[in-house]
């Protein structure tokens, strides 16, 4: 899901390089193996003869239902149990089948025909077939809260029918640019129309939970761990651990010392002192690489909701274009690259992370809000914000400027870049007062914020994590939920992400992409601060092999797909065995390699706790 987005989703980075496993060759995966030598670290571990595979996560479960989860835990969990039409190549994010084995459009492409494939079947062992989709359609487009986590997708669709088990058939309202990139969850029909309220049925309470993934959810405790079995009738073959296990820490600082004593396998959002310390234990591996999400600081805008109504409790102040402007100018993206990130990150400006190429995007020169204090002072003394005789700037209303911003209490990104946002602000003379909460959700989605570090992982298509900014995503009254990030409604942006929907023409589409980021920057609301790299280690002597996306240099948590998990292969004392006695080398096919780097950054979060992915 970059939500789902074209996201979702979420948005979401596998590598490594293995011996061609027949799975992993077929779906043209590169991958790598590291292979135990006597009297090496890795054939010397202690490592409990399990196989487990063991993931620490520091984010809460939203919900374990397809139709209302938006963060990232949430979403990548979702990849594992079911399948979407189309998945990412692991190698370049191309869309490759999925549920659906191939696709076609009339000439006015208006029509989508989709074949589905005949060898999916649910966990249950139901077959899994055309109608199941389409029954996931059909509900999301008549039943609102089903359109919570992924409405986006559905909105333009007309009719969806299934006219035999093996055909999809979506007629849409007019041309839409994301129909091989469907971010969505099939359900099974047979187990969901028994669903009565969608907007409170969080699907957490029969275990296992029917689906068609390369994984079969089967138990789950809420802040403490959620666990999934191999489905041994997942088409592409299934996983080669016994079970995988995302157990929960609220410190990261625990996740690592779990790690380090063989608890965990993996453990993503590593600092870069951890990272940095991972580097030097036996049987770790770090991995360093562009991310596919972007740190920002947001704005509340207003809160309203689509009937027209505020709510909330924002400061008007930063309703005020120069207010914001002056802010933005006063943040020096510089320092919270190499201080906060220790240089594994890179200075934030569009919305898109470089990392996808096309879509990626820079204000000109004129354009461009680069740190000036002195810009700033300027810009509050002209707009009629000025110093009283103890230093603090004013408001209109005769009061000092203080702000509130909203802080992930287990983000210690969060907490630096906070501290130095009261220096940088408390010269221009406002203040700050950093609220960190184990879950930012409940205040964000009433309004209850003036600020908020926010952050979000972008798929290969931005299209879902650019439409959490139009107007169409606020919530129908202040009491509903709506997708919205920040409760952005500008006409201008929705024009131009209204026209990029519907534009086939790849160059065309990019370009009004660029154009929506260009407004989004010059409006202010949201100030893009970094893109951090996906800062991540893992344990060699239990996870023999593992595939990153994209093959060349990308990440492990939070991918486009399930290829992370789905490949990752035991080491052989991890499989309860005496441990391998060949060369102790990278070995396997393919240009991956893992990079052995410490550095760091929190990795997924589409909007850290609330809708952190919305991958």
Known sequence: MVTKAPPRPAPVAHRALRPLLAAGVAAGVATVSLVAVPGTAAADSKAPATNTLTVAVSQSIDSLSPFLAQKLTSTSIHRLAYEYLTNYDAKDARPVPGFATAWTS??????????????STWSDGKPATAEDAAWT???????????????????????????????????LKKPQATMTALDVPIVPKHVWEKVGDFSKFNNDKQFPIVGNGPFVITDFKVDQYIKLKPNKKFWRGAPKFDELVFKYYKDGDAAVAALQKGEVSFVPNLTPAQAAALTTQKNITVNDAPGRRFYA????????????????????ALLDPAVRKALFLAVDRTTIVDKVFQGHAVEGEGYIPPRFGSYFWKPEAGQKRAYDPAAAEKTLDAAGYRKNAAGKRLGKDGKPLEFRILCHATDPNDKAVGKYLQEWWGKLGIGLKVECLDSVSDPWVKGDYDLAFDGWSVNPDPDYVLSIHTCGTLPATPKDSGATDNFICDKEFDGLYARQAV??????????????????????????????????????????????MPEAAGNLWGQDGYWSWWSAVPTARAAGSDGGSSTGVIVGVGVAVVAVVGAGIVLGLRRRSTADDRE
């Open 106 to 119: 009339s000439p006015d492409k208006l029509t989508w025909t989709y074949t589905i494939r005949e060898d």
């Open 137 to 171: 359609f059909n509900k999301m487009m008549t039943d609102p809260n089903a359109a919570t986590a992924n409405g986006s997708f559905t909105a333009n669709f007309e009719r969806v029918t299934a006219p035999d088990p093996r055909t999809l058939v979506i007629r």
């Open 297 to 316: 600081l947001a704005t509340n805008p207003g809160a309203k909701a689509q009937d027209g109504k505020t709510f909330g409790n924002g400061h008007k």
């Open 503 to 548: 534009e086939y023409d790849a160059a065309k589409r990019a370009d009004l992409v660029k154009r929506m980021q260009s407004r989004l920057y010059d409006t202010g609301y949201m100030n893009i601060m970094a893109y951090p790299n996906a800062l991540e280690a893992y344990r060699t002597d239990q996870i023999a092999s593992i595939t990153t």
